[in-house]
């Protein structure tokens, strides 16, 4: 049964005006950190309040968590690299927070991001190594781990060449440094959930990065959830999120 919280709290993570996040402070001594990412195609106006009802959730549960904005396409400075800078920036500031007052267990940090979130999850996991915070493991929920496939499927639309700036084989750097099946391997424990009804991003991106991710090397377990589309892991009551929930639990013992 979730246990009790505090009221969560928005705290400036960098200079911009999306330089921010929510704190969920569980009623728990060190707890882990789950950092989320919300999707939206990594545009405006799609916002963190996405995971709010997760965070509430997840928080009950004993988890501390790091909702966070970024900025998103349609604002100043979004998109590559800003828009991944921004997390690389808001994850590390995890490492402030407990002279902030906050107690935390960094070293059971997970970032857990859906759709575009996602995307941003599974890329946190495999950019350059921290000397702020260290990543135990990331999963992603019905992520676009393949922007170049993205791209090809029009999924989201244009939505990956704003993202990137222009059509992948125009940016071949570019979808090296942001697009997670590129960056493979990760060296970090990874989680992909998909539904198998999802109609906004295809499984087959799932189940082609898993096979990858494999073929590397990788810890890495993909869960197909039958008859599950892609809004379920935003509501705590589905089996979306319960399935989140038992792999959360399991990652930080």
Known sequence: MPSAMREPRTIPYGPAADHQADFYAPAATRPPVVCLLHGGFWRMPYGRDQMAAVAEDLAGRGFA?????????????????????DVGLGIDYLAKLPALGFDL????????????????????????????????????????????????????????????GG?????????????????????????????????????????GYARAAKAKGERIELIELPG??????????????????????????
């Open 167 to 207: 059509a992948p084989a125009e940016y071949p750097d570019r979808l090296r440094a942001a697009s997670p099946i590129e960056m493979l391997p990760l060296g970090v424990r990874q989680l992909i959930l998909h539904g198998s009804d999802d109609a906004a991003v295809p499984i087959e991106l799932s189940r």
């Open 228 to 253: 599950t589309g892609h809004m379920e892991f935003l509501d705590p009551s589905t089996e979306a999120h319960a399935a989140l929930c038992r792999w959360l639990e399991a990652a930080v013992r």
């Open 105 to 164: 267990d960094l070293d059971r940090v997970i970032v857990a991001g859906h759709s575009a979130g996602g995307h941003l999850a599974l890329w946190a996991g495999g950019r350059a190594p921290s000397q702020a915070v260290r990543l135990r493991a990331v999963a992603g929920l019905a992520p676009i781990a393949d922007l170049d496939r993205a791209y090809a499927l029009r999924v989201g639309g244009e939505v990956v060449a704003e993202l990137l």
């Open 65 to 85: 968590v790091w909702n966070l904005e970024y900025r998103r396409l349609g604002t100043g400075g979004a998109g590559f690299p800003g828009t991944m800078d």
